[in-house]
Antibody
Framework: QMQLQESGPGLVKPSETLSLTCSVS??????????WVWIRQPPGKGLEWIGS???????YYNPSLKSRVTISVDTSKSQFSLKLNSVTAADTAVYYC?????????????WGKGTTVTVSS | DIQMTQSPSTLSASIGDRVTITCRAS??????LAWYQQKPGKAPNLLIY???SLESGVPSRFSGSGSGTEFTLTISSLQPDDVATYYC?????????FGQGTKVEIK
């Protein structure tokens, strides 16, 4: 049973870079059947797909965030990461990592539990 | 961008009732629509993909239908465990946009 676990700072200052890591267990991050995805959910609001990466390093980003987002993968550590720069209070959210499957980089099949990130000075 | 609109925003029904949630896309997305269930304080869980395909392990009381721009999620007999917010999501084009959610409560 595949499991994903997010980790990273829970508090980030405005204008700085938010950095999160997702650790994958119970399955290979190099499995060609999966994409690796970041999604977020501001408090009391809906879901927003941030972007996805394939084990080969190919990336797909939400156009609304593309200028600030970098997603990378480290197959040796079975981890993939999110960097979001120049953060503001609007980036305060629960951040989820997930596996994208069935041939789609934005169809989330297995989700992590999520981690709360607050942007505040 | 493709916009996804769900209705209603909140739904209150009795145990055993048939419940239907509607999701409309601003342009055709063929059948590239998913439904997720999110219980309070938890991560979302995939229920339905490709508009009508039931994800493994999901109870058969959940079903999905539709194509093009109009889709429905039906719970055939509402159970206490179904209290949650339900989101539709299109994965036809970049941005993978979600609907705003429908909160299902027990009357």
């Amino acid at each position: 049973q595949m499991q994903l676990q997010e980790s990273g700072p829970g508090l980030v200052k405005p204008s700085e870079t938010l950095s999160l890591t997702c650790s994958v267990s119970g399955g290979s991050i190099s499995n060609s059947a999966y994409y690796w995805v970041w999604i977020r959910q501001p408090p009391g609001k809906g879901l927003e797909w941030i972007g996805s990466i394939y084990y080969s390093g190919s990336t797909y980003y939400n156009p609304s965030l593309k200028s600030r987002v970098t997603i990378s993968v480290d197959t040796s550590k079975s981890q993939f990461s999110l960097k979001l720069n120049s953060v503001t209070a609007a980036d305060t959210a629960v951040y989820y990592c997930a596996s994208g499957g069935r041939g789609f980089f934005d169809l989330m099949v297995v989700w992590g539990k999520g981690t709360t990130v607050t942007v505040s000075s | 961008d493709i916009q996804m609109t769900q209705s209603p925003s909140t739904l209150s029904a009795s145990i055993g009732d048939r419940v239907t949630i509607t999701c409309r896309a601003s342009q055709s997305i063929s059948s590239w629509l998913a439904w997720y269930q999110q219980k309070p304080g938890k991560a979302p869980n995939l229920l339905i993909y490709k508009a009508s395909s039931l994800e493994s392990g999901v109870p058969s009381r959940f079903s999905g239908s539709g194509s093009g721009t109009e889709f429905t999620l039906t719970i055939s007999s509402l159970q206490p465990d179904d209290v949650a917010t339900y989101y539709c999501q299109q994965y036809n084009s970049f941005s993978g946009t979600f609907g705003q959610g429908t909160k299902v409560e027990i009357k």
